[in-house]
């Protein structure tokens, strides 16, 4: 990762390098601004305070935006801006499979992919918000709130209680089925 950097780097500053007006160095000419035919040497008469164009560093920001599109629905998009940098990708169904990345006030680079898809929205960071560790103690009860969950405990036992004694009275005794059925006599009419 550094060597890619590195090498961006390299790049970028040999694009942007300053190009010196009337540099003619195939005339034989190797000073920038020096115009007409070669001069015979002379004798050495020391350093000629000639006077140099100063050139300031202007920086220069190179930034760009894409997009592209089908007739499927598809699209592509993004865009690089020194800073900052956005890339998007949508599938025909709506899917969309995303990244961005910014510089926060505090200075620190803050990267984040995303996708959006049939389960929803999920993000991936490394500035995402983290829960405190160090206050995991419980707090403990007030009198008020002890005496109402042993109120509340307290109705749950006669609750059960009562329950348990309703149902044992609803059980009526089952006959014994060894014991014989008494025998029924019905009249037969006589003639």
Same mark, same amino acid.
């Given at each position: 990762m550094k060597s890619t950097v590195a090498c961006l780097l390299v790049l970028a500053v040999a694009t942007q390098a300053q190009w010196f007006p009337n540099y003619q160095p195939d005339a034989g000419r190797y000073y920038p601004g020096v115009t007409g035919a070669l001069v015979a040497p002379v004798a050495y008469a020391g350093v000629p305070a000639a006077a140099v164009p100063s050139y300031h560093a202007v920086p220069s920001f190179t930034s760009s935006q894409y997009? &592209?599109?089908?007739?499927? /629905?598809? &699209?592509r998009f /993004? +865009? %690089? $801006?020194? !800073?900052? %940098?956005?890339?998007? +990708? *949508?599938?025909?169904? !709506? @899917?969309?499979? /995303?990244?961005y990345a910014y510089f926060n006030p505090d200075g620190k680079e803050v990267r984040v992919a995303y996708t959006?898809?049939?389960? !929803? $929205? *999920?993000?991936?960071? @490394?500035?995402l918000p983290v829960a405190p560790m160090a206050n995991l103690v419980q707090v403990p009860d007030t009198i008020e709130v002890a005496q109402a969950k042993a109120a509340h405990m307290a109705a749950h036992v006669e609750a059960r209680a009562a329950l348990a004694a309703a149902r044992t009275a609803s059980v009526a005794p089952v006959a014994?089925?060894? %014991?014989?059925?008494?025998a029924e006599?019905?009249?037969?009419?006589? &003639?």
């Open positions: 997009h &592209a599109q089908d007739e499927m /629905g598809q &699209a /993004g +865009y %690089a $801006f020194p !800073g900052q %940098a956005s890339s998007n +990708y *949508r599938d025909a169904m !709506g @899917n969309q499979i /995303g990244s959006a898809d049939h389960r !929803g $929205f *999920r993000v991936l960071s @490394n500035d014994s089925e060894a %014991a014989p059925a008494a006599t019905v009249p037969v009419p006589t &003639a």
